[in-house]
């Protein structure tokens, strides 16, 4: 197939926004492969902030990155999303260049502990403040899960009311697939 699919895709916008030495965020850690992408793009020179409310995140996130040597440039925050502003250092702030949230449940987890709408739009806009111009905020968004789709549905309505000379905002996702596969929504700043 030629056309990317939607992991590889969001990987290829935070490859063009993320240069080394910049400051990334990934809002929900989970078993930490976007951390460990994220932190391979910042390279040494950059930082990651990573957050989730769950141990067993901070757990396999914190083994991955020490397989791999990269725990010095991440910061992994056992906290949710909404409290993100706190936690960003006050240097780092309009330096955002890139952030996933890749929502929904924790793969191997807990199916009952998901993203929920008002939480993610807060962290949005809290991270939206912090971003830098051409910076870019990717969310993928997975609604097959019960709650998923009362999460993508106010996410929509919040991303296509969001003002147009703020931000380019595109959907990308397959439209033909069963069982309501999951897609990207990717936030640009102006
Ligand atoms: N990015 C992950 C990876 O690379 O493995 C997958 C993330 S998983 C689909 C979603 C994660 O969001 C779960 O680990 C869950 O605990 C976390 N989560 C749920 N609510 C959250 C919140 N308010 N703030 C941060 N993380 C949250």
Redesign the pocket.
Known sequence: MKLDRILPFARILLEKAVRPGDITI??????????VFLAGLTGADGHVYS????KE?IEATTAKLNAENLQERCTLIH????HLSKYIRKEHSGKVTGA?F??????G?DKS????AE??IS?IEQLFELLAPEGIIILVI?HGHPGGSAERDALMDYVENFPQQKAHILRYGFINQANNPPFIVAIEKR
Do not use: C, K, R
């Not at 906290?79 to 909404?82: I, L, Q, R, S, W």
């Open positions: 990934d809002g929900t850690m989970g078993n930490g492969f976007d951390t957050f989730d409310i769950q995140a906290a949710g999303h909404e996933i890749n929502l929904g449940y924790l793969p987890g502990i998901i993203t929920q939480t993610t962290a997975y």
